[in-house]
């Protein structure tokens, strides 16, 4: 099992940046993709980005060039660093991991923060 704790959420200005954090514990070996999804009221979960190696990286079209997303291997860390942020970039943003164990994929997914931008 892996268990993902978020944080770094919170409210920010239109323009303002924020920085998300992702720590993963417990049996954190053959973890291969880590990344963010977020979730905003009345809509489906979507994912923002998500990364596999330093130079194997995936963004939504509606945050390239505005946020990026990094891991630390050693760490069992990721972070997301959310810069020139909009209004509808309101959601709770969850972690997300995927493993591979005895052939199967397993996928684990983080509490969530909420991320509240104001116009």
């Known amino acids: 099992q892996v268990q993902l704790v978020e944080s770094g959420g919170g409210l920010v200005q239109a323009g303002g940046s924020l920085r998300l954090s992702c720590a993963a514990s417990?049996?954190?070996?053959?973890?291969?993709?880590m990344g963010w999804y977020r979730q905003a009221p009345g809509k489906q979960r979507e994912l923002v980005a998500d990364?596999?190696?330093?130079?194997?990286?995936n963004y939504a079209d509606s945050v390239k060039g505005r946020f990026t997303i990094s891991r630390d291997n050693a760490k069992n860390l990721v972070y997301l660093q959310m810069n020139s942020l909009k209004p509808e970039d309101t959601a709770v943003y969850y972690c997300?991991?995927?493993?591979?164990?005895?052939?199967?994929?397993?996928?684990?997914w983080g509490q969530g923060t909420q991320v509240t931008v104001s116009s």
């Open positions: 417990g049996s954190t070996f053959n973890i291969n993709t």
């Open positions: 990364v596999l190696s330093a130079d194997n990286t």
């Open positions: 997300y991991a995927n493993q591979l164990r005895l052939f199967k994929v397993f996928e684990y």
